[in-house]
């Protein structure tokens, strides 16, 4: 478990993640770039950005004018699914890379593990290892440090582990109070994946809950903190936006109490009161062809 804002976690590859990020999803370029400068300004130092979120400009130019040299950032870059296969992922990694106005990525992650209008098993197997040879050979150019996924479930992880020939350091996932994908969590861990944790501090209607409001109420915390403190402790690495600065450094708060396994088991019994907010893979706008140099 992380027990600082930047400190590094290692990854299976023997690079280092920051262990909270911030992450950039729904913002327009003109917030993008303010409000992840302000988070870099205040002490983040990985930041979470994808093409489908249509706003890396925005991170980019955060990102040269922040005063932080680019190696002491971390930056992670995903590929969407319209963008699956060899030679697109090969040119989705240059468009955002030209947008971010950078050299290379972090980590580069495949945003979602499947297109839609791919139906047969054989076919959905051959876009995802087509895929990931791009990300393999992105890497071994130097274009991306480390490779991983985003809302892969369990048999997608298996094909790349038995298939690939490297496998993914990180699968970013729902990971909160109502979504805590134990089984495959737990699986990712016995592999050596790391986990990350997109929406971590679940939806506002849940703040009202008892469980957190007596737990937010006991420690002088948010309900949102507690939320992120019971993702770091089981084992996950938070990813949160905020677009005020003292949302900002609420998420950052977390490192001076900690829940007691009994709480941790409190928190847990959201899931099967609230249930998951996302069942469904997030389909970027956009065609369902590459059509090149347009978002």
Not at 53 to 75: D, K, M, S, T
Not at 213 to 226: F, M, N, R, V
Not at 255 to 266: A, I
């Amino acid at each position: 478990m992380i027990t600082s804002l930047t400190q590094p976690v290692p990854l299976s590859d023997g690079n280092v993640i920051p262990g909270l990020g911030y992450g950039t999803f729904r913002m327009t370029p003109g917030e993008a770039a303010f409000y992840t400068k302000q988070a870099i300004d205040n002490g983040y130092r990985h930041i979470d950005c994808a093409w489908a979120y249509y706003n890396e400009e925005g991170v980019g130019q955060a990102i040269r004018e922040c005063g932080v040299p680019r190696r002491e950032l971390f930056l992670t870059c995903k590929v969407p699914t319209q963008y699956h296969g060899y030679h697109n992922v090969i040119w989705c990694l240059e468009d955002s890379l030209k947008r971010l106005r950078t050299e290379y990525a972090d980590l580069l992650l495949v945003h979602w593990p499947l297109v839609s209008w791919i139906t047969e098993p054989e076919a959905q197997k051959e876009d995802i290892l087509d895929t990931w040879r791009a990300f393999e050979d992105l890497k071994k150019a130097g274009k991306v440090r480390s490779i991983g996924l985003s809302n892969f479930e369990k048999e997608h992880v298996e094909l790349l582990l038995s298939e690939a020939s490297e496998k993914p350091v990180l699968d970013q996932l729902q990971i909160n109070p109502q979504c805590r994908q134990k089984p495959l969590t737990d699986f990712l861990k016995s592999k050596d994946i790391r986990i990350e944790g997109w929406a971590s501090i679940t939806r506002k209607k849940a703040f009202g809950e008892e469980i957190l409001t007596d737990l937010a109420a006991k420690y002088g915390k948010s309900p949102a903190q507690i939320c992120m403190r019971y993702v770091l402790q089981e084992g996950v690495l938070p990813l949160a936006k905020a677009r005020s600065l003292d949302h900002l450094r609420q998420n950052m708060d977390l490192f001076d109490f900690e829940l007691t396994p009994e709480e941790q088991e409190r928190v847990a019994t959201l899931e099967q009161k609230l249930g998951r907010f996302s069942t469904d893979g997030y389909t970027p706008r956009g065609p369902q062809t590459p059509q090149f140099g347009s978002y």
